[in-house]
């Protein structure tokens, strides 16, 4: 069996640092293709070096963009090497524009197309990533899905066979890698264990409007009279601060470069509270117990939320909620995304169809 792995964005090569050795395990044949759409080095090398990814094989230099434009430059290199390559499977995961300019061009040259993380729904359904899992999810043959709730949601939308409850690869990761966290970064900044809010900032009607931007930095501002803020700064983020002079509402802030995994899981771990906008994060917050403030009008990840491990917040809430104090650490919650085996279901899965 030859399978395509389609990767552009750090959520992305997160996961196919341990999707990879699966398959690599069950002797399936593998090619990495890199979209190029997280072409910084914080944002994309650093990761393949500290998760021992293998370098892609091909590499479509797409770069930044419009949506429409980014896509359809995927698109326009993704099938000419699946044209070459001739793949059993398309594996692409999440919900970027590199996920789903993958999934449309296996679809249209009739090729098996797995999407691992199916079935996440959220509001707005307007938001890019919304509509990359919409699309993908009514393409696609193989749906692998992270909770019980992407499943039900995918049920709701009519979608059962080929629908498999494997649990969360991310947790595969953090349990794989947890004795690897490092503290460079930490030790760097002089932080104090449980003193600090670790925050992340990037989503498009976030960081885009800028009169929301303004009100969430000037709420983040105030909240760092009273506890350091470390802020690892996407480069969007960065650009839109720029483009709209806010730069004096980062003054108190600790801003930093974007971190590699065991760094950024290293932060996490030593943190008192988490605020982000980042799928991704939310999870990994709840992974190491810590309380995650989402900064977000919905969340995919909706158990999160029923049993109060995750708070769903906006610019005129967030200073309330830093600041207020944990009523509780929250409990372990049993097998909520599976028991930490997700990527061995997922190749083993592939090998059974």
Request: charged fraction near 25%; aromatic fraction near 8%.
């Amino acid at each position: 069996m030859k399978v395509v792995s389609l990767v552009g964005a750090r959520p992305q090569f997160v996961k196919e640092a341990v999707v990879g050795k699966a398959l690599d395990a069950k002797g399936i044949d593998e090619v990495l293709v890199h979209s190029g759409q997280h072409f910084d080095v914080n944002m994309s090398d650093v990761f393949f070096q500290t998760l021992h990814i293998r370098q892609p094989g091909f590499n479509l230099h797409v770069g930044s963009g419009t949506h429409g434009e980014m896509t359809g430059k995927i698109m326009v290199g993704f099938e000419k090497l699946l044209l070459d390559i001739k793949p059993d499977i398309v594996l692409v995961y999440g919900d970027t524009n590199t996920t789903l300019a993958g999934a449309l061009v296996a679809a249209k040259l009739k090729i098996d197309t797995a999407h691992i993380e199916a079935g996440i729904r959220m509001q707005p359904k307007k938001m890019p990533e919304e509509i990359n899992r919409v699309v993908v999810d009514s393409v696609a043959d193989i749906l692998f899905c992270p909770s019980k709730h992407a499943v039900n949601n995918l049920r709701k939308e009519g979608r059962i066979d080929n629908v498999h409850f494997t649990g969360d690869v991310m947790y595969d990761l953090f349990l794989m890698m947890k004795e690897r966290f490092t503290f460079d970064v930490f030790n760097r900044l002089d932080l104090k264990k449980g003193q600090y809010v670790l925050l992340t900032l990037h989503r498009d009607y976030n960081v885009d409007d800028p009169d929301k931007l303004q009100k969430i930095l000037e709420k983040l501002h105030r909240v760092s009279s009273d506890i350091q803020v470390v802020f690892p700064m996407h480069p969007r983020t960065r650009k839109r601060i720029s483009e709209f002079q806010l730069e004096q509402y980062l003054k108190k802030l600790t801003i930093i470069e974007p971190c590699d995994y065991l760094n950024m899981m290293g932060l996490l771990t030593a943190s008192w509270k988490v605020i982000t906008d980042s799928g991704g994060l939310q999870k990994e917050a709840y992974f190491a117990g810590k309380e995650c403030l989402v900064l977000m009008p919905d969340t995919g990840w909706v158990e999160l939320v029923e049993n109060k491990c995750s708070f769903l917040c906006n610019e005129n809430n967030l200073e309330l909620l830093v600041t207020k104090r944990s009523l509780r650490q929250h409990a372990r919650l049993p097998d909520i995304y599976g028991k930490g085996d997700a990527a061995r279901l997922i190749a083993e899965t592939l090998m059974s169809l």
